[in-house]
């Protein structure tokens, strides 16, 4: 009997011995280079904006849905549900001098971006909806903003 324990701790050793290169072989290498990290926030616009302006804010704004970005950010992908269910044109800009009004605009899209769009990290970004001067130069039909949801995906990598 205490040979045959014996004999079955040595095999057990050698099995065990055998199996634990093939495991370490299996393991996988860590990428290098960065991680991307996305982060989602939602706004809302309560009505289209004024010829002239809108108000600017995450929730209940006229026209206009800010949103702001971390410091780690600079990629921003963003769809617009409107109450129509129809496409409506946004131009997404951000006021960096400080002074009235928007003075730097980062692109625009018909419903929802194809690309990111690339701002400076930290920036709080502004989605105009429903403004624009001639529907045939975007073809956003019908373009109109009624109310609706925006939706901002922000990574930092493309």
């Not at 040979?3 to 495991?23: E, N």
Request: glycine share 10%; charged share 15%; with cysteine.
């Amino acid at each position: 009997m205490r040979k045959f324990v014996v004999l079955a701790a040595v095999a057990g050793l050698l099995v065990g011995s055998l199996a634990a290169p093939a495991d370490a072989q299996k393991k996988k290498k860590k990428k290098s280079g960065p991680t991307k990290t996305e982060r989602t926030v939602e706004g809302d616009y309560a009505l289209p904006p004024l010829i002239v302006a809108g108000t600017c804010a995450q929730s209940g704004a006229v026209g206009c849905v800010s949103l702001p970005s971390t410091s780690e950010e600079s990629y921003v992908t963003a769809s617009v549900t409107d109450a129509h269910g129809q496409p409506v044109y946004v131009s997404v800009s951000a006021n960096t001098d400080g002074n009235v009004g928007d003075d730097e605009t980062y692109g625009f899209f018909c419903g929802e971006t194809t690309q990111p769009l690339v701002f400076p990290p930290g920036t709080e970004l502004h989605f105009w909806i429903g403004l624009q001067a001639d529907p045939n130069v975007t073809s956003c039909q019908p373009g109109a903003a009624t109310t609706g949801t925006v939706t901002a995906t922000f990574s930092n990598l493309p």
